[in-house]
C-alpha cells in the first residue's frame, strides 16, 4: 500500500507558525514521526510540501496510478482552491482531509472547505495526532475493502 502525505502553503513553518494554534513541533518532526508510524503498519509513505497550488495540483497527478491514499491538509487553500478539489477528483484517489487547529473554532472564512464532501474522512482540532489518526484509517479501510 502506498500513501502520499500532502501538506499545502505555510505548513513549511509549521514550529514557528502561531505555536498556540499549530504546536511547536515541525514539519519534519512531523513527517518523521508519521513516517515511523507507517514503517511499523509495513505501508511506504511519500511526502511533499508546496505553498504553490500548480505544484499541489502536478504532485495529485502524479499520484494516479501510483499512490492508494492521500493525507492532505491544504492549508489556506482548503478554503479557495476548486482546482485542487478538481485535481482530487480527477485522480480518484481517496483522501483524508486534516488540520491540525480547529476550522469551526476559528473564522468564518475558514469554516467552509472544498474538500470534506468528497473526504473519505476529515480530522481537525487535534494537532499532528490528525495525521496519525488519518494513517491509521487509512490503513485499516483499505485493507478492509
Ligand atoms: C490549517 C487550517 C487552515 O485554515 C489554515 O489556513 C492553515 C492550516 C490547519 O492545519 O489547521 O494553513 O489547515
Not at 1 to 23: A, D, Q, S, T, V
Not at 25 to 31: N, Q
Not at 135 to 140: C, F, Q
Request: no cysteine; proline share 3%.
Amino acid at each position: 500500500m502506498n500513501i502520499l502525505l500532502l501538506n499545502g502553503p505555510n505548513l513549511n513553518m509549521l514550529g514557528h507558525r502561531e505555536p498556540e494554534k499549530y504546536g511547536t513541533e515541525t514539519l519534519s518532526e512531523i513527517v518523521k514521526s508519521v513516517s515511523t508510524h507507517a514503517e511499523k503498519l509495513a505501508v511506504s509513505l511519500d511526502h511533499f510540501q508546496s505553498n504553490a497550488e500548480h505544484a499541489l495540483i502536478d504532485r495529485i497527478h502524479q499520484a494516479f496510478g501510483k499512490i492508494d491514499v492521500i493525507i492532505f491538509n491544504p492549508g489556506a487553500f482548503t478554503h479557495t482552491s476548486i482546482a485542487l478539489r478538481d485535481a482530487l477528483l480527477s485522480v480518484a484517489i481517496p483522501f483524508y482531509e486534516v488540520h491540525l487547529s480547529n476550522i469551526y473554532a476559528r473564522e468564518n472564512f475558514r469554516h467552509h472547505s472544498f474538500f470534506s464532501d468528497i473526504a473519505a474522512g476529515v480530522l481537525f482540532g487535534m494537532g499532528s495526532l490528525g495525521y496519525h489518526l488519518a494513517l491509521t484509517a487509512a490503513v485499516t479501510q483499505y485493507k478492509s475493502n
